[in-house]
Nanobody, 123 residues
Framework: VQLQASGGGLVQPGGSLRLSCTASGPIFSVDDIDWYRQAPGKQRELVASISVTGTTHYAPSIEGRFTISRDAKNTAYLQMNSLEAEDTAVYYC???????????????????WGRGTQVTVSS
C-alpha cells in the first residue's frame, strides 16, 4: 500500500496550485485524508482534513484560500489559491485506511504517510 503526493512546484504570490494524494494497493477503504505541511525550522502542522463522508476541517491560516476534496475512489486534492510566501513548505498527505483482509473485507485501520511535495511561493 502506497500514498503518493504530487502537484507541488514554484508559484508566484497570488498564484494557485493543486496537490493530489492517491492511495494505491490492496485497500478496502480509505477513511480520513489529511494534508500537513512543514516549513523550514517549523513543526509539521495540519492544514486540512476530509472524512470519508466529506466533512472538512481547515487550519485558520488557510481557511478561505485552500479547499480539500476527494473523489469516489482513493484520491484527495488540495486546491490552493491566493498563495502567500508563508505557504512555502513541504506538503504531506496522510491517510487512515483499511487493507483488504484474508476474507476480502476491511481489516483494522492503519495510518500511512506519503512522501512530501515541495511548494515554493516566491516572486
Amino acid at each position: 500500500v502506497q500514498l503518493q503526493a504530487s502537484g507541488g512546484g514554484l508559484v508566484q504570490p497570488g498564484g494557485s496550485l493543486r496537490l493530489s494524494c492517491t492511495a494505491s494497493g490492496p485497500i478496502f477503504s480509505v477513511d480520513d485524508i489529511d494534508w500537513y505541511r512543514q516549513a523550514p525550522g517549523k513543526q509539521r502542522e495540519l492544514v486540512a482534513s476530509i472524512s470519508v463522508t466529506g466533512t472538512t476541517h481547515y487550519a485558520p491560516s488557510i481557511e478561505g484560500r485552500f479547499t480539500i476534496s476527494r473523489d469516489a475512489k482513493n484520491t484527495a486534492y488540495l486546491q490552493m489559491n491566493s498563495l502567500e510566501a508563508e505557504d512555502t513548505a513541504v506538503y504531506y498527505c496522510r491517510a487512515v485506511y483499511r487493507p483488504i483482509d484474508e476474507y476480502g473485507f476491511g481489516g483494522r485501520s492503519y495510518v500511512m504517510w506519503g512522501r512530501g511535495t515541495q511548494v515554493t511561493v516566491s516572486s
